[in-house]
């Protein structure tokens, strides 16, 4: 794929259209719908953020967005690919070839050493991808020289990008982050943003993060709330919309008074 | 390359599951080439001979197990051999004469009690043979012998040799490495009772075909009983008919604990292994969100398996390489296996054991797998445990049909034999295991549950069972195990030993017997004789031969007493009907040494001491007469004065013990047998139990690390947890015992059903009680549940000497 042409593919297409997704849980006797009706569409090369109360649904959308989890209705596609119509196989090789993910905390297997844990999908997917390859990744979220550490060895943050190392590397359409700074310091949770921020500025991918926190949601393109699993709001920089800490922080509270 | 760095990271864990394996491998391997060494064989003092021929077979002994065959008489014998000498392809041809033998050094018996085949034969015996001359050579004249090594004697030296009718003062000639005791051919030739198997030595150069053709066209042609030649064509057939070590004992053990470690490292292995997934279930979704898919990571799992499969097997080979000759040497010294037991082959049980130990670590990996594989990427986000552990359905239905295959052991149990019940009801105690062990999961959390009690500790207990059932199961399997073992191998052996001691008990008249000072069977005629003088009445003596009516053997006993009048025959009502003979009748026969007769038979019941097992009783004289070779089995009476007769007797080899005392020894002997098969396996299962329990203790406990440490961070104190954690290891353990206990039940009442017809049936059917050793049983209990607390206090005093805090800080 030439740079010109992902360039303008980045600038016309959608990376992900989410279309009237819902999903139901029932837990002792009683039915909660997670996602009810949420639709949401993201444009590619920019950050987006996802707010809204606990409970909301936030995380579902999104393990159903990269294909962890599967809708009960609706529609998914990424990067043209409609996720309805995949097996468990087809779905497991889309998710190690077309997006990448950073969870809140876990994020790496204790017995492989940070490289190996960046590597680990292009193995899986028995890619062309290297050692070498994966200290330019860890290079760039600048722990190159932790490449031989285990998780063990390495801080929560430290984790959180070697995470975000590995969401990288097989240059995916989409990389979707659940709170990724929730079990973090204020400076450690920076830094982990200013990695994330950079994937969508150097890099120029996708980012689609879950976070309860107004700044963090100050550092993206756009910024929707969800209630109820439903999109019910947002605040699109490109749109013209003031999108600073202090009105998205208005904004939550009137959610969560509603 | 990801399964090997995993391997290497999880080495501590998958410990467990490999100690386990090599030790079965090793345990294999060394039982295999035990079993492989003491196969059958063609004994040394046979080994040179091309070809042996033997008489067409003529029934069973009273056993219905030892076969019987025709017998040639001497000259029949000599001719056959003759004519097979004269032929050019044969360098020698030996029709041989064997006979019971002692050798004294005055008072004293030179060599071993041996049982087998009756030790003495004439000096030609010696070129049949792989046996070497290590000293001096052949006897010459009459007065010489050559002895075994073992027999302790020099050439030059006088020792006397007795056979059942002479008594010989002879001078070593010659000193060999075998066993038999060698005389001048003549004087075999008089004592044996005519000639059982005739030895062919091919010239050089000429092939097993070209003999076995030869010896067959020969051997059609000759007079006397049709017989029947083994060669080198079918070797087999060769060693079946021919071994006599004996080893058949201690094979059964060894196939036993064979069989068991197999049994309990699939056990063991899958166990490890599928605990191993419960606690890397966040592992195993993380390595399915990031893109593995399932038959990646059930290859990963199973390329585990096979990879520590491996590495185990291959360690358990070597050391069972060098138990081999431990076991081996172990085994001999228990008289299990023949003395002359030597490692002969160790490639292919090798070969063999390998792949068993590799495929029992796939196989008890395959479930493990599968379940890893169905692990949802999500879970990677869930903490572990509050997920409910729904009971797969087939848990279900292995339970019932392994419950129902107990279920067919018991009926099985109940109408096999008393050795096909022993077996049978293991069976049936290890089907229930499986069936108990498979639903564990089902019911131990409502087990635990009955639990009583309002105490937070109770309350806990109570929750953890509900939350990780399958972490329960898996501690309470090996006391499950262990507890079935203990109580069915020793219930067995007690309840048997019981049954034995209580009713088969016989009909032996007299209070003393006969024997050899070292055991063993057998007395002279003369020592016969002087025991007459020296008894209260007559002599119950029983020279056990046979006689052969239409070429049918039929057991046959020599007696003083009872004995039915000089020259006459007296048969059991049932010997008498099966050859339609009437009282007074004169019938012919064929001596137990070929030559045939006439002789007038009485009909009329046996006493009960030989109801059991003679067929007809003739006086001991016309026995003798007829079977020179054999000593007389065995005599029992009321002596006058036992130690005077003790003395008369003692140049003879024998020496006068009580009857009651003999008894007793013989009992104790056979339940030494038992009583070490059941120990050996206790044994085995208890290191099994503790290797498996420290395993998956070690991994539960690191695995709930943090909600210890919450626990800690809540308040309770460091003693509470442990207690906590002592309290459900103890209470897990105990329902394992009593759950193990309580299914070998079925197994141990089934036997004693099946031992009710096992006696004497005269008496009707016999009253067994099922008895069991409480003390050792106590102490194996005792020790199982201490293995199980310190199993689960030892990780958790290590895990808890770091800081609450610091405890759960630690990654999940
Ligand atoms: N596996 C599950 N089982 C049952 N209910 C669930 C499950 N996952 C999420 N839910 C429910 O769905 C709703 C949405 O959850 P989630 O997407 O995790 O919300 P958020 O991430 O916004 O806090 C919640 O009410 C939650 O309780
Ligand atoms: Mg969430």
């Not at chain 2, 010489?144 to 010989?168: F, H, I, K, M, Q």
């Not at chain 2, 605990?275 to 390595?287: M, W």
């Not at chain 2, 291959?314 to 081999?324: C, D, K, R, S």
């Not at chain 2, 010997?575 to 339609?580: K, S």
Request: net charge negative; proline share 4%; charged share 20%.
């Amino acid at each position: 794929m030439n740079r010109t042409l992902e360039a303008r593919r980045g600038a016309t297409h959608e990376a992900l259209r989410i279309d009237a997704l819902t999903k139901r849980y029932t837990t002792g006797g009683h039915e909660v719908a997670a996602l009810d009706g949420a639709s949401l569409d993201v444009r590619a090369g920019t950050f987006t953020a996802i707010m809204g109360p606990s409970g909301s649904g936030k995380s579902t959308l999104l393990h159903c967005a990269v294909g962890l989890d599967r809708p009960d209705g609706g529609s998914i596609v990424v990067d043209g690919i409609d996720l309805g119509g995949l097996g468990e196989r087809e779905i497991t090789e889309f998710r190690r070839e077309r997006v990448g993910f950073v969870f809140q905390s876990y994020n790496l297997v204790d017995s492989l050493t940070a490289a190996q844990n960046v590597l680990l999908p292009a193995r899986l997917a028995r890619g062309a991808l290297g050692r070498e390859d994966a200290l330019a990744a860890l290079d760039g979220v600048g722990l190159r020289d932790r490449a031989d550490h285990r998780p063990h060895q390495l801080s929560g943050g430290e984790q959180q990008r070697v995470a975000i190392a590995r969401a990288v590397l097989t240059r995916p359409a989409v990389i979707c982050a659940d709170e990724p700074t929730g079990a973090l310091d204020l400076a450690r949770g920076r830094q982990v943003l200013d990695h994330l921020r950079a994937v969508v500025d150097t890099h120029a991918r996708t980012v689609l993060v879950v976070t309860h926190d107004p700044t963090v949601a100050a550092r993206a393109d756009r910024a929707v709330f969800m209630a109820d699993g439903r999109i019910v709001d947002e605040l699109d920089r490109t749109a013209g919309d003031r999108l600073d800490a202090a009105s998205i922080a208005v904004r939550m509270a009137e959610l969560e008074e509603a | 390359m990801i399964t090997l760095s995993m391997v290497r990271h999880r080495m501590r864990a998958i410990l467990g599951g490999f100690v386990a394996l090599t030790l079965a491998v090793a345990l294999l391997t060394a039982s295999a080439i035990v079993i492989a060494s003491s196969l059958p064989a063609v004994p040394p003092r046979y080994e040179r001979a091309d070809a042996l021929v033997v008489p067409e077979e003529a029934g069973t002994r009273s056993d219905d197990v030892t076969v019987v065959r025709a017998v040639w008489t001497g000259a029949e014998a000599d001719s056959l051999a003759g004519e097979l000498t004269r032929s050019e392809e044969v360098a020698v041809a030996v029709a041989e004469r064997r006979f019971d033998v002692r050798v004294m050094d005055g008072d004293r018996v030179l060599g071993d009690a041996a049982d087998g085949a009756p030790g003495g034969a004439g000096w030609s015996s010696f070129a049949l043979g792989s046996t070497a001359l290590l000293e001096g050579g052949a006897p010459s004249g009459a007065a010489e012998v050559v002895l075994p090594r073992s027999y302790g004697r020099a050439v030059g030296d006088t020792v006397t040799v007795l056979t059942a009718g002479a008594e010989w003062t002879m001078t070593v000639s010659g000193v060999t490495d075998g066993q038999d005791v060698l005389v001048p051919d003549p004087l075999a030739g008089e004592t044996a009772t005519g000639v059982s198997v005739i030895g062919v030595v091919a010239a050089p150069g000429v092939g097993t075909a070209a003999v076995d053709d030869l010896v067959r066209s020969a051997v059609r042609d000759s007079a006397g009983p049709t017989a029947e030649v083994f060669t080198g064509t079918d070797q087999g057939a060769m060693d079946a008919e021919f071994d006599d070590s004996g080893n058949w004992v201690g094979t059964q053990l060894l196939i036993l604990v064979g069989a068991l470690s197999v049994f309990v490292s699939v056990f063991v292995v899958g166990t490890t292994f599928t605990f191993q997934v419960a606690v890397r279930r966040r592992e195993l979704a993380l390595l399915r969100a990031v893109g593995a898919t399932p038959g990646q990571v059930r290859r990963m799992l199973l390329g585990e398996a096979a990879v520590v499969g491996a590495a185990a097997s291959l360690v358990g080979a070597v050391l069972g390489v060098g138990g081999a000759f431990l076991l081996g040497g172990w085994m001999v010294d228990l008289d299990l296996l023949s003395r002359h037991w030597e490692v002969r082959s160790v490639a292919l049980p090798v070969a063999v054991s390998v792949p068993i130990g590799v495929v029992t670590a796939v196989t008890g990996v395959l479930s493990a797998s599968r379940r890893g594989a169905a692990v949802a990427p999500l879970e990677a986000l869930r903490p572990e445990n509050t997920r409910a552990e729904a009971v797969p359905r087939w848990r279900l239905w292995v339970a019932g049909t392994a419950a129902v295959l107990g279920a067919v052991f018991a009926v099985a149990t109940v109408r096999g034999d008393m050795e096909q019940a022993v077996s049978y009801a293991l069976g049936t105690a290890l089907a229930l295991v499986v069936a108990l062990a498979v639903a564990a999961p089902v019911y131990l959390p409502r087990l635990v549950g009955l639990l009583p009690g309002r105490s937070p500790l109770s309350d806990l207990l109570r929750s953890e069972a509900r939350a990780g059932a399958r972490r329960l199961a898996s501690t309470m399997l090996p006391a499950l195990l262990i507890s079935a073992l203990a109580v069915t191998m020793l219930g067995q052996a007690d309840t048997l030993g019981g049954a034995i001691d209580e009713h088969s008990r016989g009909d032996i008249p007299g209070e003393a017997m006969v024997t050899r000072p070292d055991g063993g069977n057998g007395l002279t005629d003369l020592a016969l004789e002087r025991t007459r003088e020296h008894a209260q009445g007559e002599v119950h003596s029983t020279l056990s031969t046979g006689v052969y009516v239409d070429g049918n053997w039929v057991e046959a006993v020599g007696l003083h007493r009872n004995a039915p009048p000089a020259g006459t025959a007296w048969a059991s009502p049932a010997t008498a009907a099966e050859f339609g003979w009437e009282e007074d009748d004169t019938v012919d026969l064929t001596w137990r040494d070929g030559t045939t007769g006439r002789v007038t038979v009485t009909v009329g019941p046996f006493p009960p001491e030989l109801e059991m097992w003679a067929e007809l009783a003739l006086p001991h004289d016309l026995a003798r007469e007829h079977d020179p070779g054999t000593f007389t089995t065995a005599a029992s009476f009321d002596p006058l004065d036992a130690d005077a007769l003790s003395a008369v007797l003692a140049d003879q080899g024998s020496e006068v013990v009580s009857t009651s005392r003999l008894i007793d020894e013989g009992v104790a002997a056979e339940m030494r047998l038992v009583r070490l098969f059941a120990v050996i396996i206790l044994v085995l299962s208890l290191g099994y139990t503790a290797i498996s329990l420290a395993n998956s203790l070690s991994l539960s406990t690191s695995a709930r690390r943090r909600d210890l440490a919450l626990l800690r961070v809540t308040g309770v104190h460091r003693r509470q947890v442990l207690v906590l954690l002592t309290a459900e290891s103890a209470l897990v353990g105990a329902i394992g015992l009593a759950l193990g206990a309580l299914i070998s039940l079925p197994g141990l009442f089934a036997l004693t059903w099946s031992l009710r017809d096992e006696f004497d049936p005269r008496r009707g059917p016999a009253e067994v009680a099922v008895q069991l050793p409480w003390a050792d049983l106590g102490a194996v209990s005792a020790a199982c549940l201490v293995i199980g607390v310190l199993a689960a206090l030892v990780p958790a005093v290590r895990a808890m000497r770091r800081s609450p805090a610091a405890m759960v800080a630690e990654r999940g």
